[in-house]
T-cell receptor, first 115, second 119 residues
């Protein structure tokens, strides 16, 4: 039982490049989310999914794309990287999305630098 | 929309002493949950404690306890007998309880407080 696995842990991109941050969970969780963490701003929700084939935007979705073809995987795509996307990215998953069921399990994060 | 404010960017405490981290929030919701997460230098997000808004009793987890004041929209975290391993960034977070109990897991986080425990 690996929990929530994020890859890569570190990445440096050039402006304009595209890449995909991977997130996988083996807990059969329906709910998955992507957050970005920036100094002085806490974590902010980028996109979330309530099940395979269903995604929706969070607070800061611009410049990011997601899809959910399987229950296990929820990749985050940067279409054309910009320096403003330099951040630490967290993937999180939950069985039901309900706080009373235990809340969310977070991955260990991906530190992305765009130069 | 909800907002969560942590007004203390940094705090420090001596080992074995007690420290309180502050958190205030703004919401028009009546049913919600509040959380404290710990983020040590390893970057892992660890759930410390959770409080249901409908419960008047303050949540406690070993050395960690909260002071939940619903009317004042305040949710502070008290760490007793501080240990060196408590050194971390602490985040306060809000999640509303949606229709049917589902909120889609949308967490709203505060800015974080860096806590340093000195030997």
């Amino acid at each position: 039982n690996a929990g929530v696995t994020q890859t890569p842990k570190f990445q440096v991109l050039k402006t304009g490049q595209s890449m995909t941050l991977q997130c996988a969970q083996d807990m059969n969780h329906e709910y998955m989310s992507w957050y970005r963490q920036d100094p002085g701003m806490g974590l902010r929700l980028i996109h979330y999914s309530v099940g395979a084939g269903i995604t929706d935007q969070g607070e800061v979705p611009n410049g990011y794309n997601v899809s959910r073809s399987t229950t296990e995987d929820f990749p985050l795509r940067l279409l054309s990287a910009a320096p403003s996307q330099t951040s630490v990215y967290f993937c999180a998953s939950s069985y039901s999305g309900r706080a009373e069921d235990g809340g969310y399990t977070f991955g260990s994060g991906t530190r992305l630098t765009v130069v | 929309a909800q907002t969560v404010t942590q007004s203390q960017p940094e705090m420090s405490v001596q080992e074995a002493e007690t420290v309180t981290l502050s958190c205030t929030y703004d919401t028009s919701e009546n049913n919600y949950y509040l959380f404290w997460y710990k983020q040590p230098p390893s970057r892992q997000m660890i759930l410390v404690i959770r409080q249901e808004a409908y419960k008047q009793q303050n949540a406690t987890e070993n050395r960690f306890s909260v002071n939940f004041q619903k009317a004042a929209k305040s949710f502070s975290l008290k760490i007793s007998d501080s240990q060196l391993g408590d050194t971390a960034m602490y985040f306060c977070a809000f999640m509303k309880q949606g229709a049917g109990g589902t909120s889609y897991g949308k967490l709203t986080f505060g800015q974080g407080t860096i806590l340093t425990v000195h030997p």
